[in-house]
């Protein structure tokens, strides 16, 4: 008899907010595989040709602004599909997949420089960020979610790490 796994994928988002001197000024932890990131797997076991990398990096602000009031924030639900407000995406600057005890671990690293997610008002040059997301390139599916709330300034750069627990 086989014995069923349904246990779903874990994750883990690590972002480091890193000053110009190279120092660590924050770190945070959270995250939720969403019911799209179960399909992109799904797809991918049937048609192993498919052009969807799992690759990308949202930033959003669930539609809020620098200074906004962030404590009643909804936490990510397995239904989420996008984020509420994406402002931002970049590639990973590297991805490996590698075994664990009874798992697969996957691990993509995200760099977000000084110049990059900045608020583009010069008045106000800070972004509030609320939420991110990892996702395919073309936006098509949102993987995992996770609440984050940081604020991006052009002083402060984030080293985003992210893994996935198969298994």
Not at 17 to 29: F, P, S
Not at 78 to 94: E, K, P
Not at 134 to 160: C, Q
Request: charged fraction near 10%; charge should be neutral.
């Amino acid at each position: 008899m086989i014995k069923e796994n349904l246990n779903r994928p874990q994750g883990k988002v690590t972002c480091k907010y890193i000053d110009a001197n190279g120092n660590i000024l924050k770190t945070q932890t959270t995250n939720l595989v969403v019911n799209k990131g179960l399909q992109l797997i799904g797809d991918i076991l049937i048609n192993p040709t498919i052009a969807r990398t799992l690759n990308t990096l949202f930033l959003g602000n669930n539609g809020l602004v620098f200074g906004a009031d962030t404590s009643s924030i909804p936490a990510p639900t397995i239904t989420d599909t996008h984020l509420v407000n994406s402002f931002f995406s970049t590639q990973a600057t590297s991805s490996n997949s590698t075994p664990g005890t009874n798992q697969q671990i996957i691990t993509l690293v995200f760099n977000v420089l000084t110049s990059q997610a900045n608020n583009s008002n010069p008045t106000i040059v800070n972004n509030l960020f609320t939420e991110i997301g990892l996702g395919t390139s073309d936006g098509s599916y949102l993987f995992a979610r996770a609440i984050l709330i940081g604020t991006k300034t052009p002083v402060i750069a984030l080293n985003i790490t992210w893994e996935i627990f198969l298994g």
